[in-house]
């Protein structure tokens, strides 16, 4: 590095330095977005696993594709979709439909797969116990997906954190936005903002992943128990 890089170097990262509390002011937008994001995501998404195990040959057709077409769509344009062409509003509203709707295909594919790790003698007993097919997946097979889902939905809080980013499109003032908007202030600091937002969203992304961990290990199964 030259002796006349240095200075603007330094100068860049004082700049950051002055104005991360403006890149701060994002952070809780972004966190408000990813919760009602997933929360949507969950609500539809874990009904969408159901069917697509136990539900009949149509309604497990129709969920699975509606599932693939959603995950096939970039986020990009069903956030569109959601704010310029459905008019959804404010901002908020329309990425929280956006990214929920895309969460949603994805905890189905997880929350499927939980389904389908527990021994399929669990739902044999609880018939034979009295139980109508809807009560055992009601009341076994449902909650003992939800505790082999965690792990996966682990996976899932990472994915939509960061693609709460995109919501920058239709101007919603999450980190990327804040970023931006920094940005035409001093030009040559441009990578540093970069650096910088990446690591507020890594640093998001571990304690959010610390604490379903913490979830995990209180409410997940031992080991895992894949079905035999």
Known sequence: MTAAALPLATSDWTYVWQNLGTLLRGVWPAVQLTGAALLAGFLVGVPLGVLEVYGGRRSAWLARKAGVAVRGTPILVIMFITYFGLGLSPAFVAATAALGVRSAAYQAQVFRGALQSIDRGQMEAARAVGLSKLGAIRHVMIPQGLRRFVPGFQNEY??????????????????????????????????????????????LTLVGNRVLDYVDDAFGVPGGGASQ
Do not use: C, G, H, R
């Open 158 to 203: 990472t994915i939509v954190l960061k693609d709460t980013s995109i919501a920058f499109a239709i101007s919603y003032t999450e980190i990327f936005y804040q970023m931006y908007n920094l940005i035409p202030q001093q030009t040559t600091a441009t990578p540093e903002l970069f650096v910088t937002a990446a690591a507020v969203y890594l640093v």
